[in-house]
């Protein structure tokens, strides 16, 4: 099996290329579904009280996410970020560990892909065999980020708290060019998939 992870800027199109990798055979893990269900495990949800308090719950008692995300990517309060890292980067990891491990198990998918918008920067990227970056221009990006609601501050907050843009080009193994139309991405995924797989 190969292991791809799917790296690029914010909003570069990252989900439609797994996404057209799984219509293609491949079995695709999802970082944020992980960090989504982490938060609502008990020992998180103590820990993260424990450090910001009642303010950062709901009503239900579970992790309002909106409001820890206003604190931890304020930029005024870098530490906070690094501490929600630490509580949650260590869960999130083994998860993806695990699972990797049962997908190996697997002899008929050909490919697990694995999309984690901050695997350079948590390591999780030696887990993998390729790095296929998607590679698209800010004002693109940007432009997608305001159909999920998000301003141009808001924007530049979250991708300031990546890795640079240009470093995980810079470890990528394939580069797929996010700059036309849809078809034509899906395209170039397909002639990846033929390449790294069919051919192989």
């Given at each position: 099996m190969i292991i791809t992870g799917i790296i690029g800027g914010i909003a570069s199109g990252k989900?439609?290329?797994?996404?057209?990798?799984?219509?293609?055979g491949a079995s695709v893990l999802d970082a944020d579904r992980i960090g989504h269900q982490v938060l609502l495990t008990d020992d998180v949800k103590q820990q993260v009280r424990a450090r910001w308090g009642d303010r950062v719950f709901g009503d239900d008692g579970e992790i309002h996410r909106r409001q820890l995300a206003e604190i931890v990517f304020n930029p005024d309060c870098p530490d906070e970020l690094q501490e929600l890292e630490k509580i949650t980067h260590p869960l999130i990891g083994q998860r993806i560990r695990e699972q990797i491990?049962?997908?190996?198990?697997?002899?008929?998918?050909?490919?697990?892909?694995?999309?984690?918008?901050?695997?350079?920067?948590?390591?999780?990227?030696?887990?993998?065999?390729?790095?296929?970056?998607?590679?698209?221009?800010?004002?693109?990006?940007?432009?997608?980020?305001?159909?999920?609601?998000?301003?141009?501050?808001?924007?530049?907050?979250?991708?300031?708290?990546?890795?640079?843009?240009?470093?995980?080009?810079?470890?990528?193994?394939?580069?797929?060019?996010?700059?036309?139309?849809?078809?034509?991405?899906?395209?170039q995924v397909h002639d990846f998939w033929t390449v790294v797989v069919d051919e192989t």
């Open positions: 989900s439609i290329v797994s996404e057209t990798l799984r219509l293609h491990d049962r997908a190996k198990t697997d002899n008929r998918c050909p490919m697990l892909v694995l999309d984690a918008p901050v695997m350079i920067k948590a390591g999780w990227h030696r887990k993998c065999d390729l790095l296929l970056f998607v590679d698209c221009p800010r004002e693109r990006r940007l432009e997608y980020a305001r159909h999920r609601g998000w301003d141009e501050k808001t924007f530049d907050q979250r991708e300031a708290c990546q890795t640079p843009v240009e470093t995980k080009r810079s470890l990528a193994t394939h580069v797929i060019n996010n700059r036309g139309t849809l078809a034509e991405l899906r395209r």
